[in-house]
């Protein structure tokens, strides 16, 4: 693809953003499957996930930034969390558990930290993990991650939000597409570094 620009000071940023725009773009939730874990009642465990990136494109002028384009190395898969009437169009991926952070592919994936809190009085059983795309709040350096908090409220519904804090020291803040595109006032109420928010409610089970 080629494309004229006519800005004046200006520069090119070329680095990971949230798996949701390309494909048919009907997926506005990340959906992350991976090998069971089983929680006795008011216990937290924290795992390493991987997830889909894509890459975008953006010129930086001296009072805004553009989206160019956005494209993906990874051919693009969907699901169909929850019903029919009640789901939602995911983006979908399987991952591995791990302990730490694995090495990742970083033109194809990136790192989720999930804590999970069983608030429950019983045992819980999870094996995967629905994101909102607000929830997502990446950060790069020689990779892509982002953290974030599962708890579980009952024995097939969690809430799930995003924390915007970086994996661990040196990453910076990738740019928000949202942002980029002027669109963030429409889509969610504006992220506060730090604070995480209710998030999104998997009504449709944890497994």
Same mark, same amino acid.
């Given at each position: 693809?080629?494309?004229?620009? @006519?800005?004046?000071l @200006?520069?090119?940023?070329? +680095?990971?953003?949230?798996p949701?725009?390309?494909?048919s773009?009907?997926?506005?939730?990340?959906?992350v499957? !991976?090998?069971?874990?089983i929680l006795?009642?008011?216990a937290?465990?924290?795992? !390493?996930?991987?997830?889909?990136?894509?890459?975008?494109?953006?010129v930086?002028?001296? $009072?805004?930034?553009?989206?160019l =384009?956005?494209f993906s190395?990874?051919?693009?898969?969907?699901s169909?969390y929850?019903?029919p009437n009640?789901?939602?169009?995911?983006?979908?991926?399987?991952s591995?558990r +791990?302990r730490?952070?694995? %090495?990742? =592919?970083?033109? $194809?994936?990136?790192?989720?930290?999930?804590s999970? $809190?069983?608030?429950?009085?019983?045992?819980?059983k999870?094996?995967?993990v629905?994101?909102?795309?607000?929830?997502? +709040?990446?950060y790069?350096? =020689?990779?892509?991650?982002?953290m974030?908090?599962?708890?579980?409220t009952?024995?097939?519904?969690?809430?799930? @939000?995003?924390?915007?804090r970086?994996?661990?020291g040196?990453m910076?803040?990738? +740019?928000?597409?949202?942002?980029?595109?002027?669109?963030?006032?429409?889509?969610?109420?504006?992220r506060? %570094?730090?604070?995480?928010?209710?998030?999104?409610?998997?009504?449709?089970?944890?497994?």
């Amino acid at each position: 693809m080629e494309k004229a620009i @006519s800005v004046g000071l @200006s520069r090119l940023l070329v +680095h990971p953003v949230e798996p949701f725009n390309t494909g048919s773009g009907v997926a506005g939730h990340l959906e992350v499957e !991976f090998p069971q874990l089983i929680l006795e009642a008011g216990a937290t465990e924290t795992v !390493f996930l991987t997830f889909p990136i894509e890459i975008g494109v953006f010129v930086e002028g001296l $009072r805004d930034t553009e989206i160019l =384009d956005v494209f993906s190395v990874e051919k693009v898969k969907y699901s169909l969390y929850g019903s029919p009437n009640r789901g939602v169009i995911t983006r979908f991926a399987r991952s591995l558990r +791990h302990r730490e952070a694995p %090495p990742v =592919d970083r033109t $194809r994936e990136g790192v989720i930290k999930l804590s999970i $809190r069983n608030t429950l009085s019983e045992w819980a059983k999870v094996s995967r993990v629905v994101l909102d795309e607000a929830e997502m +709040h990446l950060y790069v350096a =020689d990779f892509t991650a982002m953290m974030a908090v599962m708890r579980i409220t009952g024995m097939e519904v969690a809430e799930v @939000s995003g924390v915007d804090r970086p994996l661990k020291g040196g990453m910076a803040r990738a +740019h928000d597409l949202f942002t980029a595109r002027r669109i963030l006032q429409l889509r969610a109420p504006p992220r506060i %570094p730090g604070v995480e928010r209710k998030g999104f409610v998997m009504e449709g089970g944890l497994s």
